[in-house]
């Protein structure tokens, strides 16, 4: 009979290759041994059956890459922090940032991490590879639950995912060379608005259950007091401003904002300045004209993160089912509609033919494309991904002035 410690290095040792084990164990009666006792003690023993490529430790993109990566190389995965995401924001590095709704797009993001060395672009500055930021946002009430707005998803629900996608990824602190990202969670809708507590109890209910590193807040200069002291509990605050998907009925649905009336603009404005001043370590700014960021990026100090923004802000998010193509709605089946800032990078991709799963494969260079058209602002293109802000409303800007007046 096996023992408990045997089975634990017995694990260990077949992930290993064919020629690296040990003699003793390279026999069919000793993996039908092995296979026999996993059998009978595996509520002792996570006997895991993997089933995808997404859940495995490398990946077959590339077989000399892989190669290189995982027997060369055999470094230990690093973790991003604030800290990392400060020291971009200084070097002008942009920030990547993605989605996840599951403990499989969790890995599929952190396997991102390219194997090849980092890329340098003109002044030597290196550019990391991977995803710097895991992002949470209640769009999975639509993506992955099917919910027609953002507004039904429940704070059970989303703790629920919450913990696969931490649990995603943690299984990748390997020995593998993975920058593990930052795991940033919305704060659903009904779960902070009645009162500063009612916030507080949401932030750290998601601390304890997932580890989350921070919590996103759609808003402005309303939410002051939330961030203040949900930054002054250590809690890492990210705003979110532009169009706010949760308040979208009141923003006359999914539009862009502030390109056709002067005090639109100036309030986005005032809100990125308040949100900066409660504490917010970085903000999301979503589907406004290229010309706003150009002011935001004289004012602020905090990294501007894009979604339909432009290539001016600090960093980029999109959905990772808009960017991979997972997820097609009927509509967008037949007119081919999607959001103007999600690219098209499937076209771009070239497999390896040694590839054992193309479709995981695919997604994952598409992710992999994705980070360094952002790194080196290839991507979003102004005029193809970007939106753009009226001439007479832009001439009264210039003329009456960008920003509302502040009190400290």
């Not at 010309?291 to 004289?298: A, P, S």
């Amino acid at each position: 009979m096996w023992t408990l410690s045997e089975i634990v290095a017995l694990r260990c040792t077949i992930s290993l290759s064919p020629h690296s084990r040990p003699q003793s164990i390279r026999t069919a009666n000793h993996y039908s041994s092995l296979a026999s006792t996993c059998g009978s003690i595996r509520g002792h023993v996570n006997c895991r059956r993997y089933s995808s490529q997404a859940l495995n430790p490398t990946s077959e993109i590339d077989h000399n890459e892989t190669s290189q990566s995982t027997l060369a190389s055999k470094r230990k995965s690093s973790v991003v922090t604030f800290k990392t995401l400060k020291k971009f924001y200084q070097k002008e590095i942009p920030i990547t940032m993605l989605t996840a709704f599951d403990y499989a797009t969790a890995r599929m993001i952190g396997m991102a991490t390219a194997p090849s060395e980092s890329e340098k672009i003109d002044n030597g500055t290196a550019l990391p590879s991977g995803i710097d930021v895991c992002l949470c946002g209640d769009s999975l009430a639509n993506v992955c639950l099917g919910y027609q707005s953002t507004t039904e998803l429940g704070l059970d629900e989303f703790v629920y995912h919450l913990k696969a996608i931490r649990r995603g990824l943690d299984s990748l602190k390997t020995e593998l060379d993975y920058r593990i990202p930052l795991l940033i969670a919305d704060l659903p809708f009904g779960t902070y608005e009645a009162s500063v507590e009612q916030g507080i109890q949401t932030a750290t209910r998601m601390v304890q259950a997932a580890r989350v590193d921070g919590v996103k807040i759609e808003g402005g200069k309303e939410l002051r007091p939330l961030i203040e002291r949900l930054s002054s509990f250590g809690i890492p605050v990210i705003g979110h401003i532009g169009l706010t998907p949760q308040r979208a009925s009141s923003l006359g649905g999914f539009k862009v904002q502030g390109h056709d009336c002067p005090t639109k603009a100036r309030e986005i404005i005032a809100d990125a300045i308040e949100l900066e001043r409660a504490g917010c370590l970085g903000i999301v700014i979503e589907a406004v004209p290229v010309e706003l960021i150009d002011t935001l990026k004289k004012l602020l100090k905090v990294p501007l993160i894009g979604i339909g923004a432009g290539p001016q802000t600090d960093g980029q998010v999109l959905v990772t089912s808009d960017l991979v193509g997972t997820l097609a709605s009927h509509s967008t089946h037949l007119k081919n509609l999607k959001p103007k800032f999600v690219p098209n990078f499937a076209s771009s991709v070239k497999l390896n033919q040694h590839s054992q799963n193309p479709s995981f494969d695919l997604s994952l260079q598409i992710i992999r494309t994705y980070v360094h058209r952002v790194r080196t602002r290839q991507f979003p293109q102004i005029g193809l991904h970007t939106y753009g802000m009226k001439p007479e409303v832009l001439q009264k800007l210039n003329q009456d002035g960008w920003s509302l007046s502040l009190s400290p």
